[in-house]
């Protein structure tokens, strides 16, 4: 490990040279060791009480060709003292009178830093007890006056060359070869302290990857570890671009990226000539994200999320700034490959909002122990009868104070909770349930669809999931659409194809939702065993009066019947845009123009009213809203 003083990667070597010994070192030039180059870089502190001897030792070492050498009164120690040499190595004389060596050692093992930097023991005497209880306080070495020059210099050089190697073993992260979070907080120490001498501004920005916990899953640990390297290097690449940075280490005054665990990285900026400089670095970070990566065999688009504090502005604190960084970075919105969003800077009102988001977080485990969300459903219409052809399930919090809140309040937060899977699991077991109380009721509605989150996607349960929802009501896999993201099976790859084609299997059909509004590629709707895609409501809000997007539906429309797939379009709310979708030949809608989301008590009557009222009876048309 690292004196404060050192730099991650910097490896030094020390040896000995021709010097005038100092008292209690032997200077017989037939053991001295030889003339070898020494080093100019590394810090020595001589700790003693007998200031004489120990300015001797500095000149010995300073004739040896070490540059920075300083003497340290034991009597007058302390741990700042010491940090503001920063030493590479200590001498410790275990004879002070006016101070415990001992106690010496205990203080800087309980320091961070100090904890590190190797101390050599001197002592007058060989005693055992002595040397015992040196090593076991932290000693890494323990030598007896008088001092042989030879042994004297390759001891430190020994003690340095392993410090060195520890320091890039302990401050380098192994995958990447970038700096770690350990050096990266000695050199935050470092940026901290000369913003508030020299009254500079200086950033910390935290970059985590979207979904990387989902694609780990899905391209196993060896591609994700590919995966890491590639996109360090981009990052890197991004820094370089922005001319702050030039190496993957840097200096104490130029940029430095480094990485956390995980798809944590962070770039640390010393020096800013304004606050939005830093958005200027990420920007040129985002830029070399945009293209995908090609690891593994696989095409990977891999989007992030930046979040940034500025010192000492935001905080002077080490640990409040990097958590106001992960806070902001939290906060920040996703970045495509188009974007330029994904960035955000700490305030006080991010604060505020995380801590209303843990409520939420807190109460949505209540939630799910108390039974409080409920089921609504949507109706879907075929758009030639303009009759009922199914419903979409839609997951609603009866909040105990708040009232019935709607899934863009509270989905997002569930999803970084860990409980969307929890939560998905008991709307496909309470949909099917609900589904086949209508049944027995007489009530036989052709299908019901419920989304499926990432997440769930993720797990190699969902096909026993489906299988047992659907048992424990007694239906058959034809009572079930299953709708996903484009996102989501984007994320997924290949690695679920076999768990879809097994819920195929069942007899359960697949749609996958809000296309148009990611990468549409026609490859997914190949690779997949999809039958359905859902228009998103985007290019159906403006169909009547937009031609652009009523061309772009209609062909999204011509193309999936060509690949035999069913097209259901969202967010129909008039009846122009009925005659668009009906003249552009898709197959069915849900809007507001038939039927909001209801209570599956309201949406039974519906269906009472709707459905044919004897076997292979005509089906009543739904009213249109105001008709």
Not at 468 to 490: D, M, P
Request: charged share 20%.
């Amino acid at each position: 490990m690292m004196g404060r003083g050192a730099r991650p990667g910097t490896v030094v070597s020390a040896v000995s040279a021709p010097a005038p010994a100092p008292p209690g070192v032997n200077a017989d030039p037939l053991r001295s060791g030889g003339a070898e180059q020494a080093p100019t870089a590394a810090g020595i502190v001589v700790i003693d009480d007998q200031s004489p001897e120990a300015s001797l030792l500095a000149d010995f070492l300073r004739g040896a060709g070490y540059r920075r050498v300083a003497t340290l009164s034991g009597c007058a120690f302390t741990v700042q003292a010491l940090e503001e040499a920063r030493p590479d190595l200590v001498l410790l004389d275990l004879g002070m009178t006016r101070a415990d060596a001992f106690e010496v050692l205990r203080c800087m093992q309980a320091d961070r830093v100090l904890r590190h930097v190797p101390v050599i023991v001197l002592a007058a005497q060989d005693e055992l007890a002595s040397r015992l209880h040196a090593f076991e306080v932290g000693a890494a070495d323990f030598l007896v006056k008088p001092l042989d020059a030879g042994e004297f210099a390759r001891r430190l050089r020994n003690a340095l060359a392993a410090k060195a190697y520890r320091g890039q073993v302990t401050h380098t992260d192994p995958l990447t070869g970038l700096p770690n979070r350990e050096s990266l907080l000695l050199l935050l120490d470092e940026a901290l302290e000369r913003a508030l001498q020299c009254g500079t501004v200086g950033a910390v920005m935290q970059f985590g990857l979207d979904r990387f916990d989902q694609l780990g899953d899905a391209l196993g640990p060896a591609v994700s570890d590919e995966l890491l390297q590639a996109v360090s290097q981009r990052l890197l690449a991004g820094l370089r671009d922005s001319g702050v940075a030039g190496q993957a280490s840097a200096s104490s005054a130029t940029a430095v990226l480094t990485r956390g665990s995980g798809d944590e990285f962070t770039v640390l900026l010393p020096v800013l000539e304004g606050a939005d400089g830093a958005a200027v670095v990420a920007g040129r970070m985002i830029e070399r994200m945009a293209a995908p990566f090609a690891v593994g065999g696989y095409e990977v688009f891999v989007s992030c999320r930046v979040g940034t504090a500025v010192f000492p502005r935001d905080s002077a604190d080490k640990d409040m700034l990097l958590k106001q960084a992960g806070l902001a970075r939290h906060c920040a919105g996703n970045v495509g490959r188009m974007s330029s969003r994904g960035f955000k800077f700490y305030t006080d009102e991010l604060n505020a909002q995380s801590l209303q988001r843990l409520g939420v977080e807190r109460e949505l485990h209540h939630a799910l122990e108390r039974d409080e969300f409920r089921v609504y459903y949507q109706a879907k219409v075929d758009v030639a009868s303009e009759c009922l052809c199914g419903a979409e399930a839609l997951v609603r919090w009866q909040h105990p104070w708040r009232g019935l809140l709607d899934p863009g309040e509270f989905i997002a937060v569930a999803e970084d909770a860990g409980l969307i899977v929890r939560l998905g699991e008991w709307v496909l077991r309470e949909a099917m349930r609900q589904t086949a109380a209508w049944q027995r009721s007489g009530l036989s509605i052709p299908q019901v669809a419920v989304n499926v989150s990432s997440q769930q996607l993720q797990r190699a349960e969902l096909y026993d999931e489906v299988r047992e929802a659907l048992g424990a009501a007694g239906l058959g896999g034809s009572a079930l659409c299953l709708e996903l993201t484009e996102s989501a099976i984007i994320d997924s790859g290949a690695q679920v194809t076999g768990t879809l084609e097994a819920i195929k299997r069942l007899g359960v059909q697949l749609s996958l939702d809000d296309f148009g509004t990611g990468y549409s590629s026609l490859t997914y709707l190949r690779r997949f065993p999809i039958d359905e895609i859902k228009i998103d409501r985007s290019f159906v809000s403006d169909c009547d009066s937009n031609a652009d997007s009523s061309a772009i539906a209609a062909a999204i429309i011509s193309m999936a019947h060509a690949l035999g797939l069913r097209v259901v379009t969202e967010g129909v709310e008039t009846a122009e845009q009925l005659e668009v979708m009906r003249d552009s030949r898709a197959d069915a809608l849900q809007g507001y123009l038939f039927a909001r989301p209801l209570s599956a008590d309201d949406f039974g009557a519906l269906l009472a009213m709707a459905l044919p009222k004897t076997p292979g009876g005509a089906a009543t048309p739904l009213p249109r809203a105001g008709g």
